[in-house]
């Protein structure tokens, strides 16, 4: 069986581990030129971590990544209002919980495709074709008598010309304006806005190090070493939040959120893109000003960012499809449910249809090297329909609840914010953990 995955970021490289372990023949085309640097934070929850420990990559992303012990909600002030026990439930559900940087994910995810000896991006007379081919733009998507086919712009075909790749099964993890979930859709729409940006960024703070400069405090390094201790926060006032986790034991990543409407004004604002640096000194200086009042480490990562590197980030998702997929074309990761960050669940449930595809192709794989050819199109078929029962009406869920977080933490009115911080301060801690823990358990490796 020969799977062509389109988009080769996290569920699609996931994805090609999966089926690669399970003798499926996997190509990725990857839009960009080449893999870098790029990026911001995410959360990886048991239900992502469970699986990447079954790939075989948990220990390479643990290695860049930093233990999340607890997570709090607050106020700008540093009250309380909600807290989840990361740490206990990673022990309950037998896997971490993991605050890294999304490109140490990606990077793990390509040493352990070069270790499973399918990543060669050599060109020479005897080299392999390369299961990972980069500067390949899909420009269209159609269906074939043997499964179906996509056309890319790039790669080998030159400038101005295209090429066609066919396959068993076209998979579409080409991201939040995908071209194959269009295909699948049958129509072109553009995500839907919440109308809530982010400015993300990393800051270089090391274990345990001073805070120098002028915006040092004692206060700071008290709050800074709560971030050495594994607690990740979420901070919310009237419209405005920010969040701050350690990734690394280098790295501390933030992001500071607020209604697009109230942004600073800036040349050229990028959407999920780095800003140039000029910009992000510019958004830096009015978000510090905005900020100031906020409880540490607040001021102090804001004071310590950089506009080289700043990334502005407007929050879409996307309606449910009714399906995944049209004939042998199906969709993985944002193509098929892109949501709001809020849940801490966007990549990792890209990684939880990763595993439930590479299970369900992968079973079908092996039943026709047992069996022949005689039922190939009903088993192909069979392991599709598996595999968007198994995700589609999940996933979905998660989605809705994400989209309601975000708008929960981005409210405005003066009144509004104070019943939702006391309706969010009354709810037991326990039932909030109990809540999250039925989610989770109900993905990854179930």
């Known amino acids: 069986m020969r799977v062509l995955v389109i988009g080769g970021g996290i569920g699609g490289l996931a994805a090609t581990l999966a089926l690669r372990a399970r003798g499926v023949g996997v190509v990725v085309a990857e839009r960009a030129r080449e893999y870098r640097a790029c990026g911001a934070a995410l959360t990886l929850w048991p239900n992502a971590t469970a699986v990447l420990r079954e790939l075989g990559v948990l220990e390479r992303v643990e290695r860049a990544a930093w233990p999340v012990e607890r997570s709090d909600v607050r106020t700008r002030s540093g009250r309380v209002l909600s807290r989840v026990r990361g740490g206990r439930i990673g022990r309950r559900m037998g896997a971490p919980v993991l605050a890294v940087h999304r490109w140490a994910l990606q990077s793990a995810l390509l040493e ?12 020479g007379a005897h080299a392999p074709a390369p299961v990972v081919r980069t500067g390949m733009r899909c420009v269209g998507v159609r269906l074939t008598a043997r499964g179906a086919e996509a056309e890319f712009a790039g790669g080998d075909a030159g400038a101005g010309a295209t ?8 998979v579409g993890a080409d991201g939040l304006r995908s071209v194959v979930r269009a295909f699948v859709a049958g129509r072109e729409e553009e995500p839907r806005s919440t109308g809530c940006v982010l400015y993300r960024g ?12 002028p915006v040092g405090s004692m206060s700071a390094g008290e709050a800074l070493k709560e ?24 790295e501390v990543a933030f992001f500071a959120g607020l209604r697009v409407g109230d942004e600073p004004l800036l040349e050229s604002p990028a959407r999920g893109a780095e800003l140039s640096t000029e910009d992000g000194e510019r958004a830096l200086a009015w ?32 309606p449910a499809l009714p399906s995944w997929r049209l004939g042998r074309v199906v969709l993985l990761g944002d193509a098929a449910h892109a949501m709001t960050p809020d849940l801490g669940q966007g990549a990792c449930c890209a990684i939880e249809d990763a595993w439930a595809l590479g299970a369900t192709l992968g079973g079908a794989c092996g039943a026709l090297r047992s069996g022949g050819c005689r039922a190939r199109s009903r088993l192909i078929d069979g392991a599709l329909d598996d595999y968007e029962g198994a995700r589609r009406a999940r996933v979905a869920r998660i989605a809705r609840a994400s989209r309601a977080a975000t708008a929960l933490s981005s409210w405005r009115s003066p009144v509004a914010c104070a019943a939702r911080d006391a309706l969010v301060g009354a709810t037991p801690g326990v039932l909030v953990e109990r809540r999250l823990l039925t989610m989770l358990r109900a993905g990854g490796l179930g």
Do not use: C, N, Y
């Open 112 to 123: 352990a495709l070069k270790q499973q000896g399918g990543s060669e991006t050599e060109r």
């Open 163 to 170: 090429e066609k790749i066919g396959a068993d099964v076209v």
């Open 202 to 213: 990393v800051v270089s703070v090391p274990l345990g190090g001073p805070v120098g400069g």
């Open 227 to 250: 971030l050495d201790a594994g607690v990740a926060f979420e901070a919310w006032h009237r419209g405005r939040r920010f969040a701050a986790a350690r990734i690394s034991a280098h």
């Open 287 to 318: 978000l510090r000003t905005e900020f100031a009042g906020w409880r540490e480490p607040t001021p102090t990562l804001l004071g310590l960012a950089r506009g080289e590197g700043l990334m502005r980030t407007e929050l879409f998702d996307r």
